[in-house]
C-alpha cells in the first residue's frame, strides 16, 4: 500500500533552518508530484510548495524565496528546505503526492503523510 513517512520537524528560533523529508512507498515516485501543505491550530490546511514530476516548481507567496523544495527519485523522497523561519511558520507540515503535475488543492492529493510538527520560537 502507499506509505509517506515525515521527519525533520521539530523547534527552532526565528531565523532557523529545517529540512523535511518525506519517504515515499508503494507508488512509482518518479511519475508522481509532490505537494507540501501546512497547517496551523484553528486555521486551515494551506498549500506550501508542489514539484511536479519533471521538476517544475511553485510556492505559495509566504515562503518564495526562503523555502525549496526538491526530491531524490532514486530515493523515493522528497525534501522541502526551510531557512528563514519565522513563528508564524509554526504548524503541521504535510507531505502529498498525487500522478505528474502538482495541485495548490489539498483536495486533489489522495496520499498523504502523518504530518511532523514545526515549532519556530520567537
Known amino acids: 500500500q502507499v506509505q509517506l513517512v515525515e521527519s525533520g520537524g521539530g523547534l527552532v528560533q526565528a531565523g532557523g533552518s529545517l529540512r523535511l523529508s518525506c519517504a515515499v512507498s508503494g507508488r512509482t515516485f518518479s511519475r508522481d508530484a509532490t505537494g507540501w501543505f501546512r497547517q496551523a491550530p484553528g486555521k486551515e490546511r494551506e498549500f506550501v510548495a508542489g514539484m511536479s514530476w519533471g521538476g517544475n516548481t511553485y510556492y505559495a507567496d509566504f515562503v518564495k524565496g526562503r523555502v525549496t523544495i526538491s526530491r531524490d527519485n532514486a530515493k523515493n523522497t522528497a525534501y522541502l528546505q526551510m531557512n528563514s523561519l519565522k513563528p508564524e511558520d509554526t504548524a503541521v507540515y504535510y507531505c502529498?503526492?498525487?500522478?505528474?503535475?502538482?495541485?495548490?488543492?489539498?483536495?486533489?492529493?489522495?496520499?498523504w503523510g502523518q504530518g511532523t510538527q514545526v515549532t519556530v520560537s520567537s
Open positions: 502529498a503526492v498525487r500522478s505528474w503535475y502538482y495541485s495548490v488543492d489539498a483536495g486533489d492529493y489522495a496520499s
